[in-house]
């Protein structure tokens, strides 16, 4: 039966209900074209109901019901005439009960960067931007370091925050406390994640500080400061295959995320204010000679977004919230007179578990070379025992395997071009290493060049504030949305191809020859950059030589695709 068709006083099954009011309360709001898409989830959200009554529709749609079963109609059965009588009678009663959500659905909208956008900008560039301001580093690093919580007489955890020379410039205090914003359900939920905070803190708990401060940079903003943070986008930075169709994440790695968010939620920082003097750190715990009173929440959460099972309704996890760095943390990162630098996306790939000492060294480098690109001293060494300090290898491994673990960390950021090169400034006088105290009176002390690749330098030279990086966001996308596909544009160079399939020469990569390969392949760009592993965007700036740079691990990939395609057609 069709909805002209069903009768105006027939009673309506609680499974047509949805697509009934649906189809009475659209027209109030498709007048505004703000709300494309939040209705377009309407119409989904109506049929999946009408076929399965655990499916949870969007809070718009969810209060739009509500008001006529329980606020108009409180356990009455409703009919046709009913819902449009109440449409026609209360209709400005409707429009202030559901604009506001609406209106807080469709925040993030077009022409302005998604964080779909975004990530592929990050994996399209293989580097990240942020603030290289020493407090800030300083913070991050803090949610690496579990072992440095120790239990006050409040039953809380506590740590000193301490600069590489000793001196204390903060504390921090582990809170996890239940968000009275929430409703029963979400509590439950949260209080599951901020439960296991001490333990969740560690390098992947830092990508992830890194991760949002980025994204609240470069991303729009509610009228409340959130940004929309999503476990699924920030997963897909630690995968190379990210951007393929069948991209596949399992939902004990969205808790996983999600856990880690909490924590970072539930550490408040007090930082020393700059007319502080600072004092002997033997004294420290006398809190009348050093202030450390103020305390703030590094990050303030909004909203929860749940997941539900489709069949049981019952909640699964929370895979999405609204996020905001607090102002003790937004100060380095909204200031104009901040200094961004890169971040290398290989520390997001590296495992938190078996590289940690991968992850601890590509932060700390990249900070560095920040400085000493404006100071133009790159090439200043580095002290082994700096590097040590940095990396902090586990107190059980002894002196050989200590230099051997550095020497193949230092090789495997080599490989991964996270640097360029690295070499000892002297040569190592082999008969002095395993001697008695060898590292701290011998090999300690050496020093080594850590050369960084030319793409971090040329964008550590660019006068980078919050405001290019919020610009560059928006540009990038509308070079995605608006270039159309050049394949049709580019002239043939199918004999070019054949020959050189034919004769096995060398495959010179440029645009016009992967464009032809694509069109000859019959693929989509889409389909050709999840092959290629690149993103769609990436791919499509590449044809349309809109890259100032292209990177080599992009360029590795396209001339991978192309021998594959060449092995294929013989």
Not at 10 to 26: C, F, Q, R
Not at 133 to 158: A, C, I, P, W
Not at 494 to 522: G, R
Request: net charge negative.
């Amino acid at each position: 039966m069709s909805y002209k068709d069903l009768p105006e006083r027939m009673i309506i099954k609680s499974e047509w209900l949805p697509l009934v009011i649906l189809e009475e309360a659209l027209p109030l709001f498709q007048s505004d074209s703000r709300y494309i898409e939040p209705l377009e989830r309407w119409i989904q959200d109506a049929s999946l109901i009408s076929v399965n009554a655990a499916h949870v529709p969007s809070k718009s749609f969810q209060v739009l019901c509500n008001f006529f079963r329980d606020s108009l109609y409180p356990n009455q059965p409703l009919t046709k005439l009913m819902i449009r009588n109440a449409i026609h009678n209360y209709t400005d009663s409707i429009l202030a009960e559901v604009e506001p959500y609406l209106q807080n659905e469709m925040s993030f909208k077009e022409n302005e960067p998604h964080h779909d956008e975004s990530i592929e900008q990050v994996l399209d560039n293989d580097y990240m931007y942020g603030t290289m301001h020493s407090d800030y580093q300083l913070m991050r690093d803090l949610v690496t370091k579990k072992k440095q919580f120790v239990e006050n007489g409040d039953g809380l955890y506590g740590a000193e925050i301490q600069d590489s020379k000793g001196i204390v410039r903060g504390k921090a205090e582990l809170r996890p406390i239940a968000m009275e914003i929430f409703n029963s359900e979400k509590q439950q939920m949260w209080l599951s994640l901020v439960e296991s905070t001490l333990s969740s803190l560690d390098e992947w708990t830092a990508d992830l500080f890194d991760l949002i401060s980025y994204l609240w940079i470069v991303q729009p903003k509610d009228a409340d400061g959130y940004i929309k943070f999503h476990s699924d986008e920030a997963l897909k930075l630690r995968f190379a295959d990210a951007m393929k169709e069948d991209f596949y994440i399992r939902e004990k790695e969205r808790f996983s995320i999600m856990k880690r968010v909490a924590a970072l939620s539930s550490i408040w920082v007090s930082m020393r204010g700059d007319n502080i003097t600072v004092i002997d750190r033997e004294k420290i715990s006398d809190e009348q000679q050093y202030d450390f009173t103020t305390f703030n929440r590094m990050f303030d959460i909004g909203s929860l977004d749940m997941a539900y099972d489709k069949k049981t309704g019952k909640a699964k996890g929370i895979y999405s919230l609204q996020i905001r760095p607090a102002p003790i943390l937004s100060y380095y990162l909204n200031s104009e007179q901040q200094s961004f630098g890169a971040l290398d996306l290989k520390v997001f790939q590296y495992s938190h578990h078996t590289q940690r000492e991968h992850k601890r060294l590509t932060r700390y480098l990249n900070y560095q070379w920040k400085i000493r690109t404006l100071k133009r001293n790159l090439h200043q060494p580095f002290k082994i025992k700096t590097l040590l300090d940095v990396v902090a290898f586990p107190k059980s491994y002894n002196g050989v395997q200590i230099r051997d673990r550095l020497e193949s960390v230092l090789d495997d950021l080599q490989r991964d071009y996270v640097i360029k090169n690295w070499y000892y400034t002297e040569p190592i006088d082999e008969e002095r290493i395993g001697k008695r105290f060898w590292i701290q009176k011998y090999w300690g002390p050496l020093t080594v060049v850590i050369v960084p690749p030319d793409e971090i330098i040329a964008e550590n030279l660019k006068k980078i504030n919050i405001e290019t990086l919020a610009s560059s966001a928006v540009n990038e996308l509308a070079a995605t949305v608006m270039t159309p596909p050049i394949i049709e544009q580019l002239p043939g160079t199918s004999e070019q191809i054949a020959m050189d399939l034919e004769e096995n020469t060398v495959i010179e990569i440029s645009p016009e020859y992967i464009s032809d390969l694509i069109e000859q392949e019959k693929l989509s760009i889409r389909k050709a950059a999840a092959e290629m592993g690149l993103s769609h965007s990436t791919l499509l700036r590449y044809l349309n030589r809109q890259n100032k740079r292209f990177n080599k691990r992009n360029i590795s990939k396209l001339e991978q695709w192309a021998k594959q395609k060449q092995r294929t057609k013989r």
